[in-house]
């Protein structure tokens, strides 16, 4: 078993040539698509990259909106069941651990058998969990129910990152890893937000026979229009990184990417052909490309260079990186705190002195899905606008750290965000305050793992399923270790001084960026040296 270091995979260690100064300032295409395989995912067609890049989208958004959706409830399953407001709670804490462990399950599996056969699996079986949940007769059973459905979502957890790295370019992550982030998001508030509703008209059983029929469509959608996206370029970026001047052959202008006339990628082949480096990545025949019901096979064939057992130990030694470490502490506070509100908002609104129905409890969603999406739009467009334009400055020189320095932004708005709900609710202020707060606190769920979880696949693109799948699995353990207690927590101690805990507790995690973007450079070339990887 032989460990490598980041630099024998990747020797530019997230520092790129992102604009071609010596062209007029052109584009230069990170990863680098491979010019003769049609087949390589950074070449499909952006219809076909869309359509596959939503199906997993929606996935994620549905794992959320029956789960973390169904709190608008718990009120009234608490009286249906006769349990008490913390195991009622249990119904959303249980499938938040499970979201996050079983990522050390799937990510392992999709890297050694595919992304494809991963994905239409767990579509499958999140389906059959809400068709059970919606059949359900005892607590019990709703419980295990939508922790089995947790089991199957989390394969989208730190795959669907993985999968924006797979099929769009450096410069465009920012931007969709944020729509993905808004999916994830998205559940946790427009599922509350139309479960209140159906709840009041219906029942909170109606709310999972939706969910079970948006993921029966899905599940075709994966089965038909997701392709495998796994594909090795490692020796593409090694001749890449190697003459870095030949890197513009592959940077086709923004005009022909978006175009939608093809591939750029084709047209920038096809003009400058006699400048291709002699490296075997770029010589030989065209690849034929795979037909449709090609695509469709479940099996695309296992690494012949390692085995099962080492893709499940891979990811653990990444840990030591300290982007990753920020990334996951940064997210865990990030989510633990909007889903602390998300549990306990009911308790609060549907009880006296607000004494409000379930269908009017749940619009406090609708600041929650504004924050979100002002949080991704802050994170994903503007992040990769700032750090293009900081490119630009440097004489078209990508550096990572450029994705944390709007992070200044969600560490302002997020704690006061937690003041201004704990102090709501502890001196029983006007709802406003409550639903300021929530969105406050809603726009770091997405601002802030959306520019962290960019930076580490910035950093370690080569092992960036891995170093993802530690982020995210390890981020929802330690939001489950806070928000286990959360419900004595406040109970004992109050909203005010638990919420003013938490804000603390953030502003003091994301402080921890500032050793990054001081030393980013320099602690990327130390630790790219490390014998760590499998």
């Keep these: 078993m032989r460990l490598h270091s980041l630099d024998e995979l990747d020797n530019t260690e997230g520092t790129v040539q ?8 052109q584009l230069i295409l990170h990863p680098t698509p491979n010019p003769n395989d049609p087949n390589d995912p950074l070449r499909w067609p952006r219809w076909k990259k869309h359509v596959c890049f939503a ?3 929606a996935f994620t958004f549905l794992t959320n909106y029956a789960i973390g959706g169904l709190s608008p409830a718990f009120l009234i399953i608490s009286m249906e069941y006769n349990k008490t407001q913390t195991q009622t709670t249990a119904l959303l804490l249980w ?31 999140l389906c059959v969990c809400y068709l059970w949940g919606a059949l359900s007769k005892s607590f019990e059973s709703l419980l295990w129910s939508n922790i089995v459905a947790a089991f199957a979502g989390s394969s989208t957890e730190a795959l669907g990152a993985a999968i924006v790295n797979d099929l769009y370019f450096l410069h465009e992550r920012g931007n969709y890893l944020g729509i993905y982030m808004n999916a994830i998001a998205g559940g946790n508030t427009v599922g509350p937000l139309i479960c209140g509703f159906v709840v009041t008209s219906l029942d909170w059983r109606w709310h999972k026979w939706m969910a079970f029929i948006f993921t029966a469509v899905n599940f075709v959608a994966v089965l038909l229009f997701v392709p495998e996206t796994r594909y090795d370029r490692s020796y593409l970026e090694k001749a890449s990184s190697s003459n870095q001047s030949t890197d513009s052959v592959t940077g086709g202008s923004v005009a022909d990417e978006e175009s939608g006339n093809g591939s750029p990628i084709e047209k920038v082949v096809s003009s400058r052909s006699k400048e291709m480096p002699t490296h075997p990545a770029f010589r030989g025949e065209q690849l034929p490309k795979k037909t449709w019901m090609q695509e469709l096979s479940l099996w695309s064939g296992v690494p012949k260079e390692t085995n099962l057992l080492e893709m499940f130990i891979r990811p653990l030694p990444l840990i030591v990186y300290p982007a990753v470490v920020f990334a996951f502490l940064a997210y865990a506070v990030s989510l633990a705190w909007v889903v602390a509100i998300n549990i306990l908002n009911s308790f609060v609104l549907q009880a006296p002195p607000y004494s409000w129905k379930p269908s009017i409890n749940g619009l406090i969603n609708i ?25 630009k400055k440097n004489g078209g020189i990508f550096q990572p750290e450029t994705r944390l320095h709007l992070l200044w932004i969600p560490a302002i708005i997020v704690p006061a965000g937690c003041l201004a709900f704990g102090y709501g609710v502890a001196n029983t202020l006007h709802w406003t305050s409550l639903f300021f707060g929530y969105g406050m606190v809603a726009m770091g769920l ?6 962290t979880m960019t930076y580490v696949s910035d950093c370690y693109l080569p092992v960036n399923a891995d170093a ?19 419900v004595p927590w406040v109970t004992e101690t109050g909203y005010a001084n638990a919420f003013g805990t938490q804000a603390g507790v953030y502003v003091a995690i994301l402080l921890l960026a500032i050793p990054l973007i001081m030393f980013g450079q320099r602690i990327r070339h130390a630790t790219a040296k490390w014998k760590i990887i499998l």
Excluded: Q
């Excluded at 992102?18 to 300032?25: I, P, Q, R, S």
């Excluded at 979201?99 to 050390?104: K, P, Q, S, T, W």
């Design 18 to 25: 992102l604009h071609d100064e010596l062209n007029g300032g």
């Design 446 to 451: 997405t601002a802030v793992p959306v520019a």
């Design 95 to 125: 499938p938040i651990l499970v979201l996050g462990v079983f990522n050390f399950f799937w990510v392992p599996m999709a890297n050694y058998f595919g992304k494809r056969p991963v994905f239409v699996f767990a579509s499958l079986l």
């Design 468 to 486: 993802l799948l530690l982020v995210n699995g390890l981020k929802n353990i330690v939001a489950f270790g806070f928000l286990y207690g959360v």
């Design 55 to 57: 199906s997993v989208c």
């Design 367 to 391: 600041p929650g899905l504004i924050g979100n999406l002002v949080g991704a739009w802050l994170g994903g467009w503007v992040v990769d606008r700032y750090s293009d334009w900081r490119s």
